[in-house]
């Protein structure tokens, strides 16, 4: 139960929005003084939320305190709900994931605090890997905090976040471990084992086959094999029978999704013990074993052959085996935007935090080292070096780790994207984050010069050839787009913007609207609305996108303005 304290007006109007979001989990305190209020809610809920100011909060609960283990989790809201402050109870009383909740439903910008130490020094909590946990979680995270040595036994390189340096430190001895492992195994006092999703067990089933049967088959085949039941990442099947109560009720009792194939893609695969039932019945001769290794993937090891179920009294209804999938390492390719830190998207910055390594031009990373976690591995180049920071970041991805490659803008647009996934295989996974490119920061520093049909064109020729530029710079005058020149003029390049925009000319008039954007976001900002005919090239360099204006746009109090192409009045 959650205990809503307020005060104010404004603060029972919030704890309204709550109770009414959360039906049957709130109970309200507003009657009488505020100090009741406050020990009768302490007294009966296991959260509170009070909208009051910290330190009143503070010194009504502070002669209520019993013990960490003891007390409610506690949150507060600010009188204009800026803030949801995890006041008491961060992890243990639930606080830090209450204020998170409580701020993401009052919105408006409300932001959540949390000062308790993993969540602040940005020391992933074995909790937040998002794998199941278990053993001594307290005191190996405790030991993470105090900077003292954790050895870590990872039986494969898994993609987890960045651990800072003295987690798997080596040749320092210290009975606080770590393990990394799909495998069962005695934990001592202080010792935890993370669990990575890394098993697939593939089941067959008779119809009506129960669920009983199925999971007492499935937790046997792994216990026999000393492998954790909390490693499993799915249970598979053959399509025919995704609608078999008994396999779907077996994995929702394991908290895993059930994955079904058709029987032609089982066929297909070699097992080693195939046989004739199913073939008569789904049309593959394995199921279990087939499943069991399509769903896990390329380099996939079978480490339970086909076993079925022994019930006493009647025949078996249930088949089952398991195989581990090859670790797989993710790559995430993250726009930062044009630079400004609030253009940067927060999934940007969940990402950047979620990789162990990180891949960029030096000036790129440099934007965004103080949001990596302790212990990230930078791998920072220079200009140029394109394709081999593309290759830098697929090999480390390969290589089983969580890897962010990172690019000014969006990270697909004239960047890394395209020469790290023509480099990507099947074999990693990839996440792509969309930045704010420069065609749009400058965009939104003009006015509204894309309000109609617009094209971006690099002016780089050095990998394609001037002619093919040109070209497309002729077709996109003839059509009458919007135009934003990237790469415009650098020292070595300075004939092709002119060229560029005498080809617009021929078919703009000379007072068509330019805007000329450098540094959009970033230091060194500087806006120019000029024309066609006025542009002066000098004022073009690198940091500098050029957006020319179609035959509609124009200038309106100092902003660019191409109109919609309705009810536009001249
Ligand atoms: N991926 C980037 C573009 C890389 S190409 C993006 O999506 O924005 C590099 C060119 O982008 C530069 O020569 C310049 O023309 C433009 N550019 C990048 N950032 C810029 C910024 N903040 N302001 C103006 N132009 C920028």
């Given at each position: ?5 307020a005060?104010t ?16 989990r ?12 406050v ?62 909740e ?23 909590g ?34 987890l ?19 990394v492992?799909?495998r ?8 935890a ?39 499993v ?63 896990a993937?390329?380099?996939?090891e079978?480490?339970v ?23 797989r ?56 070096a ?54 749009l ?42 135009v ?31 805007g000329v ?15 066609l ?5 000098e ?16 200038e309106?109090?100092g902003?660019?303005v ?9």
């Amino acid at each position: 139960m959650i205990g809503l304290v307020a005060a104010t007006a404004a603060g029972s109007a919030a704890a309204q929005r709550l109770a009414d979001a959360w039906p049957g989990r709130t109970r309200r305190y507003d009657e009488g003084p505020v100090r009741t209020a406050v020990a009768r809610a302490f007294a009966d809920c296991d959260q509170l939320v009070c909208f009051l100011a910290t330190g009143a909060a503070v010194r009504l609960l502070a002669p209520l305190l019993r013990g960490k283990a003891a007390d409610p989790g506690v949150v507060c809201v600010d009188e204009a709900g800026r803030f949801a402050v995890a006041l008491l109870g961060g992890h243990g009383g639930g606080a830090n994931d209450l204020a998170a909740e409580v701020a993401d439903l009052l919105g408006d910008g409300c932001t959540p605090v949390v000062t308790t130490a993993t969540d602040a020094v940005g020391i992933p909590g074995l909790d937040s890997v998002g794998w199941p946990v278990e053993g001594a979680v307290a005191a190996v995270t405790r030991t993470v905090l105090d900077g003292g040595p954790v050895a870590l036994r990872a039986d494969a390189t898994w993609p987890l976040p960045a651990l800072p340096p003295h987690v798997g430190v080596r040749g320092v001895a210290t009975d606080v471990r770590l393990y990394v492992t799909d495998r069962r195994l005695p934990l001592a006092a202080r010792e935890a084992v993370l669990r990575p999703p890394s098993l697939v067990v593939g089941v067959g089933a008779s119809r009506g086959a129960g669920a009983d049967e199925v999971l007492g088959l499935v937790l046997d085949a792994l216990d026999g094999a000393g492998l954790s039941p909390r490693s499993v990442a799915a249970l598979a099947t053959v399509d025919a029978k995704a609608g078999e109560p008994g396999l779907l009720a077996a994995a929702d009792r394991l908290g895993v999704p059930l994955r079904t194939f058709p029987a032609a893609e089982l066929a297909a695969v070699d097992v080693p013990t195939p046989s004739a039932a199913p073939l008569a019945a789904v049309g593959t001769p394995s199921v279990a074993e087939a499943a069991a290794l399509t769903a896990a993937g390329p380099g996939a090891e079978l480490l339970v052959r086909k076993r079925k179920s022994a019930p006493a009294d009647r025949p078996a209804m249930a088949t089952c085996a398991v195989a581990r999938r090859r670790p797989r390492g993710r790559l995430a390719v993250v726009g930062l935007g044009p630079g400004a830190r609030d253009l940067l998207t927060p999934r940007a910055r969940t990402e950047l935090r979620r990789a162990s390594v990180v891949v960029g031009l030096d000036q790129y990373v440099a934007q965004i080292r103080d949001l990596l976690r302790p212990g990230t591995r930078v791998l920072a180049s220079g200009l140029g070096a394109e394709e081999e920071r593309a290759r830098t970041a697929v090999a480390e991805a390969r290589a089983g780790h969580a890897v962010a490659l990172v690019g000014s803008g969006d990270a697909g647009v004239y960047a890394m994207a395209s020469p790290a996934l023509a480099e990507a295989g099947a074999d990693i996974d990839v996440a792509g984050v969309p930045g704010v490119t420069a065609a749009l920061a400058a965009a939104a520093l003009l006015g509204a010069p894309l309000g109609h049909d617009h094209v971006s064109v690099s002016l780089s020729d050095l990998h394609t050839p001037w002619e093919v530029i040109e070209r497309r710079v002729r077709a996109a005058a003839e059509a009458d787009l919007v135009v934003t020149f990237y790469n415009p003029r650098s020292r070595a390049r300075r004939r092709q913007l002119p060229e560029a925009l005498a080809l617009l000319a021929k078919h703009r008039e000379p007072g068509t609207p330019v805007g000329v954007v450098r540094n959009a976001s970033r230091p060194g900002e500087h806006v120019l609305l000029t024309t066609l005919a006025e542009l002066d090239p000098e004022t073009v360099d690198m940091m500098t996108v050029v957006t020319v204006g179609n035959s509609a746009t124009r200038e309106i109090a100092g902003r660019m303005v191409t109109p919609r192409g309705y009810r536009w009045q001249t």
